[in-house]
Each structure stands twice: as C-alpha cells, then as structure tokens.
C-alpha cells in the first residue's frame, strides 16, 4: 500500500462525504427548477452505483489481497438483499393486493396458511439487519472453512464460488423455497416508516449508501494495514511458502473471505430498496462475474480503483444500454478482454503509473511449481 | 330383405299422401300393419329400440349393434354418439346424417328423401351411453380386417375392460390368426374377466396371472382395484401377490430408467467437458467461452442443415460433424493466439477475460441469427423411440452416447498412439521440463486449445439433436462441464469420463427422490466435501510438478 495511494483514498473518502451531504441538499433544497437540482430517480441510480461499489471494495479484499476470485460474491450481495427485501415485505402488510395483516402476497397466492419460520422475526428491523450480516457471513465461513481446508485454491476456488451462486440461483427461484420464486420480492412500501417512493428517503438511502461504501473502505484499508494484512498479501504471492513458515493460511483466507461477505451483504441491503425489488436473477452467475471486472477495471488490490471501476463500469452501462442496447454486450465483452489484457492494474495502475518505483513483477511460487512459464 | 324394403318405400309413399299432420297417425297405423306382416329382422328390433328414446333401451341397440355387427354398425353408434342419429317415431324411421349433411337412412344406408327434416329428432345420449358407445366401437373393431386395427382395439377393451365387449372378443379369439393380436385378445379377456365379479375365480385367478405378466402400470391399477374390491379371498390373495409382483417389477425398470436418462445426461456432460479437460489440463486455464463452442458447433449443424440441398438432408450430421469441429476449432485457437497466450502467468484473469469473448461470441451469434431458437431437425434415424421391456429409449440419446463413446476413444488414440498427444501429455504433467526437452509448448498451447474446442463443436452437433439452438446454448451446460473436471481431475480422459458418469447419473437418480435443484445442490456439497479429500480431482496426476 503505497502512500500515494493512500492520499488517493482520503481524497475518495472526503469526496464521498461530501456527496452525502450535498446530493440530498441538491435534491431535496434546491428548488426543481434550478440547474443542480437533482432529481430523485437520479439519486436513486446513484445511490445503486455506490451499493456496487461496496461490492467491488468486498470482492478487492479477496481476489486483490489475498488472491481469491470469488465468482460467486453476487450470491452474498443477493442474500443480504433478500434479507432486506423481507423485512420490507413485513411492513406492507394489510396494503398488500391480499390485505393478509402477516403473510406476503405471493403465501396468499400460494395458499400458504402460515409464516414460514425463516420469515419470523422479519417485522423486527434490528432482526432483519442482524439477518443481513449473518446470513452471508455464515455462508461464506461454511463454504470458506471447506474449500480454504481442503486448500482449492486458484482457478478451481473460482468455479466452485460460481456453482455456489448458481445453485442458489436455482434454489431461490423455485417457488416452494419460501421467497418469492422467480418474481422475488417487490412491490415494497416503506422502511422504518418512511416511504420508499419519497425523494427524501431516496435521498437518505444514497447517503446511507455513501457512508457504508466510507465504512467497508475503512475496514478494509485497517485489515490490510494491520500485520494480518501483510500476511494476507504474502498468503497471496507465495501460499506454500507461508504455509512452510507455520502460518494458518486457511484461517487468514477465511477471516478475509467472511468479512468480504458481510460487506457484499449490506450492499445488497442498502441496494433492495433502492431498485425495489430482489429477485433470483441477482445470483446469475453473470452478475458475480461482472463484480469481478468493475475491480479489474478500476484496479484490483487498491479499494478505491474497485469502487471507481465499479462506478465507471456502471454509468457506461447505464449510457451504452440506454443509447446502443445492441452494442451493449460487445462492449462489455471487450472490456472484459482488453481490460485484462491492456491494464492489469486497472485505471487507477494506469493513473498511479510512474509515479512510484515500478516494484519487482511477483510471480506467485505456486504457479512456477505448477510449471507455468514465469 | 329387398322386397320388405320395397313394401316398406311404398309405405313412406304411401304416408306422404297424406300430408297433413292430423293424417299422421293413419300412416303409422298402416306401417305398424306392415311391419307386423313383414319378416321381422334383427336390425329392425333393434333400430326400433332407437325411437323410443329412452337410455335403457338406446343402451340395449347400442349392445345389440355392436354383437350382431350389421356392416352399418360403426356408422349409426358414430352417428349416435356425434347427436348424429336422427328418429321420426311418426315415420318409425331412424336415420343419421353424414359428416357432411347428408341424410341417409340407418337400415338401408341410402339417402332418405321426400320427407321433412323437421319431423326428425336427435337421439338423446348421456355419458354412460357414450361409454357404451365407445366399448362397442371397439369391439366392432375387433373384428376389423386389419391387423393392426384389431390390435388397437384390443388394447382398447383391455383399457376400458367393458363385460359388454366379452362376446365380440371370445368371437375373435377363436379365429384369430395373429400371434400379436391373439395375446392382445388374451389380455383384454383377462382384464374383463380380472374385474368383473361374476366371472368364475378360476377364471378370475388365470386373468390375474395373464395380467401380472403384462405387469406394466396399467395392469397394475386394474389388480389395485381388485385387490381393494374382491370378495373371494383366493381372489384377493391372488391380486395382493401379484399387485406385490408388478410392483418390484415397475420399480426396477423405473430404476433401468432412470439410469439409462443418467447414462444419456452423462454422455452429454463427457461431450461437453471433455474439451474442457484437455485445455484445463494442458494450460491450467478454465475457458469460460467453452459453453460458446458448445454453441458454435450447434449453429454450424443449423447452417448445415440450411444450406444442403433435400436430397442430402439425411446426411447433413456427416457434414455437421467435421464443419463444427473445424469451425470450433478455428475459433479456439484464435482465442489463444489473440488472448489466452499473453494470460499464462495470470490464471484467474483468464477466467475474465475469456468470459468477455463468450459475450462477445454470444452476442455475435444473435446479431447473425437472432435471438430466437432455431429449429434443427433430427435426422430419420435418429428420431422416434424404442421400447425394451419397461424401457422407453429414444434414438437420438442412443446415437449421442455412441458418438461420445467414438469421441472418448478417439481423443484417447490422439493422446496415447501420436507424437502430439505424448507432447500434449509431457506439457500437462511438467511444462518446463517439457519445453526443455525440445517440445514447443506455444504449439502445443494453440493446437490443444483448437482440438479442446472442436471437441466442443462436436457437442454441439450433438446438443442441437435433443436441446434448442439458441445463443445461450453453452450456458446452460458449462457449469456442470465445470464441476465434471473438477471432480474427475486433469491430465487423465478417464477422471473426465468417470466425473461425467458420476455427476450425470447422480443428477437423474436424485431427482424422482429430492427434486432435480436439491439433487443439484446436494451434488455440489458433494463435490465441494469430495476435494477435500481430493484437491486436485479423482484421477491427479502424481508428480512433484502437480503438488502446490
């Protein structure tokens, strides 16, 4: 971590703050008619590129320091948004289409007589929250604890976190699962009582966005700072070697992996009632391969690049899909190669390029034992 | 039989003189008189019963017609059933109308003509009638010239059982020549015989033993009923045994079933992974655009099948086959030339980076032959099914096992009897002391990368037999290719074939139990708990090189 990079961060971080104070001003204050003003649905897709940005910071901590691609960070994103999604389906209640005062619309339609017992407790908000945490947490030290363990490391850990996503993906849309089947949950009301479709709880959704994106920024530049953070990196650029030294590796991977998780879960949570829904296509495993090329893009094992990557990728998007759907795809799709192929170090490499002595290229040990030609 | 039907003219003739409906009941008088002076047939008696009008006695004709098989039969119950069969109790005439409107008469088959078709009215029928109607249909076809006809209408008896066919039947059996239909004949007997309670228990037990050999589903609800349903306990034992019998029987062949669905998913899932293995194995990258191949060498079958003239349709999978293969192929090694080299000493971002050009390929194909599916059909001998026993095995899933048994064996011949399958195996097991030894590696990198996808191709040839041709054709397979490889390991066929045999079968055979997501997801904790014992895949290779 050098220090311009850290300068860099503060500078990201004093700009986000200054986001969350001035976007609700300049949607809410400012008068509709004045140059600035924001409008919600501005704010709104805003707020939704900053929920990805959480993402990308989550999936750098892995994949940039520690050097596990995860292409399956969407599932941990999509089970925080679901625990989300039916804490605001509780709070319809009787202004659903079914007016049922306990049971979503789709248990009505269903003809389901009760709550299940994973809906329990969902009224609650401080229970949903806890619920945001742990349930991806708890997923990624289950399946971190055996695959870390069983020491799948590299290209086989990326396939087996896919058909993880891909069979919740399948899961999730089966009716009988409890959650909505492949409409998922929508059609939310309000959170803590305040509407949803205000533009002051838009408002307020973005700036809670930008302050979580400042808090998993800020937690995982102390987790790479610490001591452990170096052994994380070391763990990353020579395994064996650690190992042999007398290093736990699985545990040092599975801490990281399952704070990654919890990030990428309040992303989804801050991210459902924003878009107003969460349904099973937020486990394709498209979506989790995506994650990983805004952190390409923007700069794996830098944070920041992550979320800028994940920001910049987004808004193109948004533009491309909007402008030339057609092209869309051969767009993404050449990202995808030239970006990996042109800007190993992302846009932020590039930016950072010179200003720094160019360090020792680090061959990881395991690939020339692997025989990979260095 | 003519002259009566002469008389009976001259009657209509002469009740049509008088015209007047107070008249009417005069011309019934004199046809009564008549038909009482006549030579009274069968077939009058029982037309007659039809101009009452009342179910009993419909029911009763309906019988009467089916056992004296008059060559109008199947005509008027058709009639009957389609509210066809007209009657005019004044004229004490039954006629039907044609399909196509046209009136005849039922005795005679002639057109009626002269009389208002006002005076006629419709036969009422109910759904028992209907029923009726439909088991004397059948066994008026039990009698048919065709063989196969009477075949069918054996097997309709035996799935209706109705006593009422049992004299039309026992007629047949006794001149039946045809070994086929006799023992259809049989069957339809037993089943009558199985269910009705007034058949002797002899012959009741010999029905239950001649439905036990059948022992297929519906022998199996005809013996739940009796066995619910008898009274005599012999009888009742007896259908108890054999219930039991039909019972281990279906489920073994369900079993058979299952597994030859196993076999067929697993012969798909070599297809596919097999290419996948030899790139994993040779390079150590995962492909991500595999499932693109897969896909290109389904639209190179369409093209195919598009572009040959009729006369060579029949032949178009001998062109598909060495067309996917070099088009995949073609296709892979501009991907390594273009991408994948500059990416060995970064494996996970091949992963990316060949995704992109899986999007790319995607998007390509529906911007070339749009997003629909596209219809590619299945050559003559690889369409319609077989039946052995209980099994139901359909041709184009027969033919794709042989063709990846063919591919298995090949590549196993390209890899273990040519100079570039032992460089392909030295690259795989040690890339350096490999290129020290004089082996050209890049070369190797680029022609295992084109023989991986036109493998692939090829198994697109085959998915575009049983599944749709569409851009995300590869999709839909190449997570389980993953797992497949894996599973099995690299650097050894057989760990391919065996993870596809394994993850195939597993995936069937969990199905009728979980449902096909949980047999999915209980597979996956599977594998995930399997590399624990096993990091690198049932078949590692064993070598320090190998060992991280």
Not at chain 2, 518 to 536: D, S
Request: aromatic share 10%; hydrophobic share 55%; glycine share 10%.
């Amino acid at each position: 971590m050098s220090a311009r990079l850290d300068h860099l961060g503060l500078g990201f971080v004093a700009i986000l703050i200054v986001a969350a104070i001035l976007v609700p001003l300049l949607s809410l204050v400012v008068s509709p008619d004045s140059a600035f003003y924001l409008p919600p649905y501005l704010v709104q897709l805003l707020g939704k590129y900053l929920c990805y940005a959480i993402l990308a910071v989550a999936l750098d901590l892995v994949w940039g320091y520690c050097g596990i691609l995860s292409l399956g960070h969407g599932a941990f994103f999509a089970l925080g948004g679901y625990a989300m999604g039916m804490y605001l389906m509780r709070q319809i209640g009787t202004r659903g289409v079914y007016a049922n005062p306990i049971l979503p619309d789709f248990m009505v339609f269903l003809n389901w007589k009760e709550l299940p017992v994973a809906w329990w407790g969902f009224n609650w908000f401080p229970y949903a929250m806890l619920m945001v945490v742990l349930v991806p947490g708890l997923l990624a030290l289950a399946f971190g604890w055996f695959a870390f363990r069983s020491r799948v490391t590299g290209v086989y850990l990326s396939i087996i976190t896919q058909a993880m996503t891909f069979a919740l993906f399948k899961e999730f849309f089966r009716n009988d699962f409890g959650f909505g089947g492949n409409n998922g949950l929508t059609d939310f009301k309000d959170l803590l009582g305040f509407s949803l479709q205000a533009a002051s709880t838009k408002a307020a959704l973005f700036s809670a966005s930008a302050i979580a994106l400042i808090l998993a920024y800020a937690v995982s530049r102390a987790i790479i700072g610490s001591k452990y953070g170096k052994a994380l990196m070391a763990v990353r650029d020579a395994e064996s070697r650690m190992r042999f030294i007398g290093y736990r590796v699985e545990n040092y991977k599975l801490f990281a992996f399952v704070v990654s998780a919890i990030i990428a879960g309040i992303a989804g949570a801050l991210y459902v009632p924003q878009v107003g829904i969460i349904n099973p296509s937020e486990f394709a495993p498209a979506n989790s391969i995506e994650a990983a090329i805004w952190v390409a893009v923007g700069g794996r094992g830098t944070l920041i690049g992550a979320a800028i990557g994940a920001i910049a990728v987004n808004f193109a998007k948004t533009y491309f899909t909007g402008a030339f759907p057609e092209y869309w795809l051969y767009g993404l799709g050449l990202l995808f190669v030239l970006g990996t192929l042109f800007l190993p170090k992302g846009l932020l490499g590039l930016a950072l390029r010179g200003s720094e002595p160019k360090p020792r290229e680090v061959v990881s040990v395991d690939a020339v034992e692997e025989g990979a030609e260095p | 039989m003519t002259s009566s039907n002469d008389c009976r003219l001259a009657a209509h003739d002469f009740a049509r003189g008088f015209a007047l409906r107070a008249l009417r009941a005069l011309g019934v008088l004199a046809l009564l008189a008549f038909a009482t002076t006549a030579r009274a047939d069968a077939v009058d008696d029982t037309l007659a019963k039809f101009l009452d009008d009342k179910f009993p006695q419909t029911e009763a004709a309906i019988g009467e017609l089916a056992a004296e098989a008059p060559p109008q039969a199947a005509a008027i119950l058709e009639a009957l059933g389609d509210n066809r069969l007209l009657i005019d109790p004044a004229d004490h005439l039954v006629a039907y109308k044609t399909v196509a409107g046209v009136l005849l008469n039922a005795k005679t088959g002639e057109p009626v003509q002269g009389l208002d078709a006002a005076a006629f009215k419709k036969v009422r029928v109910n759904n028992a009638l209907r029923s009726a109607i439909e088991g004397a249909m059948g066994s008026l076809t039990l009698a048919n010239p065709d063989p196969e006809k009477r075949l069918a209408a054996a097997e309709d008896v035996f799935r209706t059982h109705d006593a009422k066919a049992l004299p039309a039947l026992q007629a047949q059996l006794g001149k039946e020549s045809d070994p086929r239909v006799v023992a259809a004949l049989k069957l339809a007997q037993a089943s009558i015989f199985a269910t009705s309670d007034s058949a002797s228990p002899q012959d009741r037990l010999s029905a239950i033993a001649t439905l036990k050999e059948r022992g297929d589903q519906d022998a199996q609800s005809l013996i739940d009923g009796i066995a619910q349903k008898a009274t005599d306990p012999a009888v009742k034992s007896a259908a108890a045994a054999a219930l039991s019998a039909i019972h281990t029987r279906l489920a073994l062949w369900g079993v058979a079933q299952n597994l030859w669905y196993g076999i067929s998913a697993s012969s798909v899932l070599l297809l596919a992974a097999i290419g996948l293995a030899i790139t994993f194995g040779v390079m150590g990258v995962i492909n991500m655009a595999h499932g693109e191949m897969v896909m290109l060498g389904a639209y190179s079958t369409y093209v195919v099948q598009t572009l040959l003239p009729p006369s060579l349709q029949n032949w178009s999978l001998a062109f598909a086959i060495p067309l996917a293969f070099v088009v995949a192929g073609a296709v892979g090694i501009a991907i390594e030339r273009l991408v994948i080299r500059f990416l060995y000493t970064r494996p996970l971002e091949t992963l990316l980076a060949t995704w992109g050009v899986s999007l790319i390929l995607q998007q390509l194909v529906r911007s070339l032959f749009g997003a629909n599916n596209r219809l590619v059909s299945n050559p003559p001998f690889m369409s319609g099914a077989f039946e052995i026993g209980g099994l139901s095995i359909t041709t184009n899933r027969l033919w794709i096992i042989v063709l990846s048994a063919v591919v298995f064996i090949g590549l196993q011949l390209v890899l273990r009897a040519t100079p570039f399958g032992l460089q392909m195996r030295a690259v795989t097991q040690n890339r350096r002391m490999a290129a020290s030894m004089g082996i050209s590696t890049a070369r190797i990198d680029m022609l295992a990368f084109g023989l991986g996808s036109g493998v692939a191709g090829i198994a697109g040839v085959a998915l575009s037999q049983i599944d749709n041709v569409s851009p995300n054709l590869g999709q839909g397979y190449i997570i389980d290719s993953f797992m497949v490889v894996v599973f099995g390991g690299v650097g050894n066929l057989w760990g391919t074939a065996f993870g596809a045999l394994l993850i195939g079968l597993a995936n069937k055979l969990l199905e009728p139990l979980i449902g096909a997501v949980q047999g999915q997801i209980v597979l996956l904790i599977f594998i995930i708990l399997f590399i624990q014992r096993r990091p690198r895949g049932l078949f590692a290779l064993r070598g320090r090189a190998v060992e991280a």
